[in-house]
Each structure stands twice: as structure tokens, then as C-alpha cells.
């Protein structure tokens, strides 16, 4: 069975930092894509992150520059740093896996079926 549990998640003040994690048992992050996605009310879940089956890291445009995905596949862990975060960054942060070995590169939500419960990230202005 697949557990994939995110952490880290917090209320911050605008431009201040975040660095979120995923545990995952059950798979083996390095063969798999494995992404960020947030959701804030109101709105649909969006990707924000990921590093796909093959090492490639993917990016949505409204973080690159500010946001690093990373893993560490010895602890199967998957990170991302936020930096300089903004007001509109306020969303509950989900972690996903692709879990297929077939090669991929995107940040559909629907691409992805397993699913952390997520955690809370707030920034304030």
C-alpha cells in the first residue's frame, strides 16, 4: 500500500521561507514521478513541482526561481524548498506519485494516483 505523508507546511509572513517534505513507503521514489500540487479555496488543484521518473525537474511558472523540488531517494523523501513566498502561494500542499514506468514530463493532476493528505501553507502579507 502505498503512504505518501507531507510536513512542514506553516504560516509565514510574505518573502519569508518554507521547506515542505513527503514520506513515502510503499513505492520507491526513484521510479516514479513524484510532484508538488496545491489547491487554495475556490480554485482547482494546480502543479507547482515535481521531479519526473528520470531525474528531470518541472516547474510551473508562477514558482521557478523561487521554489527547488528535491528528493532524497536513500530517506525516499521528496522536498520542496519555497523561498520568497507570496500571499498567493496560501494553499494546502499535496504531494503525488505518477505510478507508472512509462516516461513522462507534466504536472496534470489527473496523471497522478497516489496522494498525501496534504499540508497547510499560509503567507501573509
Known amino acids: 500500500q502505498v503512504l505518501l505523508v507531507e510536513s512542514g507546511g506553516g504560516s509565514v509572513q510574505s518573502g519569508g521561507s518554507l521547506r515542505l517534505s513527503c514520506a513515502a513507503s510503499?513505492?520507491?521514489?526513484?521510479?516514479?514521478?513524484m510532484a508538488w500540487f496545491r489547491q487554495a479555496p475556490g480554485k482547482e488543484r494546480e502543479g507547482v513541482a515535481g521531479i519526473m521518473i528520470y531525474g528531470t525537474t518541472i516547474y510551473t511558472d508562477s514558482v521557478k526561481g523561487r521554489f527547488t523540488v528535491s528528493r532524497d531517494n536513500a530517506k525516499n523523501t521528496l522536498f520542496l524548498q519555497m523561498n520568497s513566498l507570496k500571499p498567493e502561494d496560501t494553499a494546502m500542499y499535496y504531494c503525488?506519485?505518477?505510478?507508472?514506468?512509462?516516461?513522462?514530463?507534466?504536472?496534470?493532476?489527473?496523471?497522478?494516483?497516489?496522494w498525501g493528505q496534504g499540508t497547510q501553507v499560509t503567507v501573509s502579507s
Open positions: 503525488a506519485a505518477r505510478l507508472s514506468s512509462r516516461y513522462y514530463y507534466g504536472l496534470a493532476p489527473a496523471d497522478y494516483n497516489a
Open positions: 510503499g513505492i520507491t521514489y526513484s521510479r516514479y514521478s
